[in-house]
DNA sequence: TATGAATGAGCTTTCATTCAT
DNA sequence: CATGAATGAAAGCTCATTCAT
């Protein structure tokens, strides 16, 4: 298990593009329906409708299609995040991560089961996710924000801010929409996370905040 | 699978028990060192110096050691904590709140690596969270903390807030711990931790934050 | 699986006797609801209210269980064909098949699953079926009768008249009895196996033999 | 267990036929030699010249591999019955039924032991054995035969009367020839089946049937 | 004698991975 | 490149049997 999962080869032609996208997808569906303990590389074959060769044709080995996932899930949380911001170009900053924060949940109350796969059982593979160029990609961008709203917040250490920031607001989000869930209102819920995270930002300087 | 963390047997006489708990000690141990994927029930009972027999005798399958484990770490957490409250009774909030995550992270590092095979690996067992009773106990004492502090907190809806609360607590400490853990010294991390609880609880509702 | 079915000591002491006994009707409750694959020393054990250990106390090992069951049957089926045959002492041979038919279809009725299993499952230790006093005995009590009628009879080779009316008879009353059972109405069965038997043993000379 | 022997994939091509004929042999191999009990799957496996694992892709769990000999069995006695008949189109039913005997006792003469293990220990699983379409088509062959010769007949049930003949023919010829077989001349004990079956169906009123 | 905790060989079955076609 | 039959290591779990108490 010490290999990285790198796809065997770069697929730049479509017809390989197509495989490659039908396989993840494949790997999705087996794996929201029957976890992690019940995927196995042929299932995920036959469901992709190739053999399992071809599978091993662009992939290493079976983490590495787990690994796959969740770098496309992470694309896809950046992509969100970016499309968001996009929109709102200058507005505040709670304003901001309110609008990442349900960007977020709603993405992820798409396919919950998955997540939640995604989300438990894939950490345990050795790869260590910040190796995820998505995930860097989220974590500067976060940064960023950060430092453009630098005047207004409390905490002094942005790279650390930036840390807290998205372990919180990730975990939460993960906590709130994979099963079974909060025990909670989801728009209640969703409240909080911004809530937590303006806190945190915002949180001292206010005279009445004790 | 859905009720797996009732022990065979219930061990009363202090030989059984010296046996479960040097089973769920090797567990642990080959746990640690080999991941989820790399444990098996043989190579537990080895190294317990027990026969995989004995290991079926109070274990009815080899996810439920997991469980075991598991809450047992809750059980440890929930004493400490209680330790800790119990060293300072009429103290601020804020001042309980630190104490309670300066004792967790103390706790965690003690054996990181265990950790991240509990926390990442395990729940992938359909075993829900909450039906732990140590877990609950954990949740009730948060929600008692924060009645009685009442009246200086923003958050309104105090099981929403204790479940904020404890979440991202707990999720990160675990992302400050477990390996690869911060990138950012501990104590500032530490910090962090508190400053987010509290900004949350004591926080937010300034208009004006900008 | 060389060693004889013997019962490590001849229980002549009472509570031993009960206590065999109990271990015996323990096997064939057992063995009737959940066959052999299903049956295991511990759940006899169980089932009979005593330890394992008491277990191999009087039976030097599992298959001596089903053993002792097969010829504790057998015996039964030995005082069966007595008791019918002391009260119709001066009788007609076909009198006497009948009565003997009827006597063991009746006796077979009462735990067909548990003949099931005994029939189906046992012969496969390697006990020759031979060796039993009990199946000797009914085998002698055959030939005897036979001697009794040899004017009437057509086959002259009593011990091969003897062999062949009772395998033919038992066989064909496990084939009625032992589930799925006969397709057929269980009298007609009956009457059919008595007719065959006697076919065979007078041949034609009868011509009131219908 | 209830719908075991259907192997997991039609074997069309050659290589799989030889494939699945190779496994076959090497069960009854190992069966004959060493029992049911002794009988495991890595060894039938091994025997055969195929790993493990090309054993479960085509047969579901080891109780189909005797599954699958039993029917085996069955297809070849059907096949001998039909062979021995097409070479006496018409003759009498006294000597239709002595060839079929001839025919079965030589062909369970080849191999006695593994009849002895496919007729003593395979019943066991709960297969009904008229479920096997190979005795179904021997027994419907077998009441077409009584139809044929209805007239000379006693019994009038030709169903019944079916019924009794193949399950006293079968049981009559598996004592005679399984170990430890017919304490008497296979040639005696060969005669006594064939005359007790035309007992039974002739009744005996023929003056010249000895 | 009775007990039943402990043993551990051994079995069935799975599934990631390979490679001849 | 694609295929999928074949591989075989490996793992979870059972249960007949023993023996210290």
Redesign the interface.
Known sequence: ?PDLPQPRRIPRQSRSRALVDSILEATAHVLSER???GTNTNLVAERAGVSVGSVYQYFPNKDSLISALHERHATEMHAAMEAVLAGMPSQ???AQLAAIVRAWMAAHQIAPELHR?LE??F??F?A?P?QSPADQSIYARVHQLLEA?RD?L??Q?L???A??VL??ME??IH?AIIP?G???PIE??EQ??I??L???????Q?PD??
């Open positions: 298990m976890g992690y303990a505040g900053l709670r796969v438990k059982e950490p345990f050795d260590p910040d709203h207004g409390v905490p250490d790279s650390l801010a840390w807290v372990q919180s975990s939460l906590a079974p909060t025990p909670h209640k819920t909080a996370i809530d937590m303006t806190g945190y930002l915002h949180g001292g206010q905040s004790r």
